[in-house]
């Protein structure tokens, strides 16, 4: 608790610091403080990296011609469309003594976050879509990974790519609240 104490109360100093007494506004700097960085230009757009793509063995079945396994690839994707995934597997109940309650179907959610994530095999793609008679892109995942560890592992996976490995638990909790 001090040293979260101490922590604030420099962080306010550094804050009085560098405000503009003239003003109230604060000063838009380019300088370096012996450890940090404050140069603002690394998080302008353009800057930054395009997520990786990551390849992993999900499943030892999948072998090609020479009986190599063959690793699928994901691919980080944005904040926006992990807004727009969970809008669209979030519902509304009316709870009594609480009103209208947002409830997110959290195992659908990061599904569809493993599907999107996915880059090959593409589950979304027409051919597999028809080979396995559905539409659905998140039942073609479970027909193609039929053995339940390696759906588990494929949605680990995706999870990982996407930052969320240490969250998932307090995610459930939150939506089931």
Not at 33 to 62: C, H, W
Not at 69 to 79: D, E, L, N, S
Request: proline letters at 2%; charged letters at 35%.
């Amino acid at each position: 608790m001090k040293r979260l104490e101490s922590t604030f109360k420099k962080w306010m100093c550094f804050l009085h610091s560098k405000k503009n007494k003239s003003k109230g506004v604060f000063k838009h700097e380019r300088k370096t403080n012996k450890n940090n960085v404050y140069d603002l230009s690394f998080f302008m757009p353009g800057q930054t990296t395009e997520a990786e793509e990551v390849k992993s063995i999900i499943s030892k079945r999948f072998v090609d011609k020479e009986g190599k396994v063959i690793p699928f690839v994901f691919k980080a994707i944005t904040t926006e469309r992990i807004d727009e995934l969970e809008k669209e597997n979030t519902t509304f109940k009316n709870v009594k003594g609480r009103g209208r309650v947002k409830d997110l179907d959290s195992q659908r959610f990061f599904t569809y976050i493993a599907v999107e994530s996915t880059i090959y095999p593409d589950f979304k793609s027409k051919e597999l879509r028809e080979a396995y008679g559905t539409q659905d892109p998140v039942e073609v995942a479970k027909r193609v990974l039929s053995v339940g560890g390696e759906y588990a592992n494929w949605l680990n996976k995706a999870i990982e790519v996407n930052g969320f490995e240490d969250e998932i638990e307090d995610l459930e909790t939150e939506a089931k609240n």
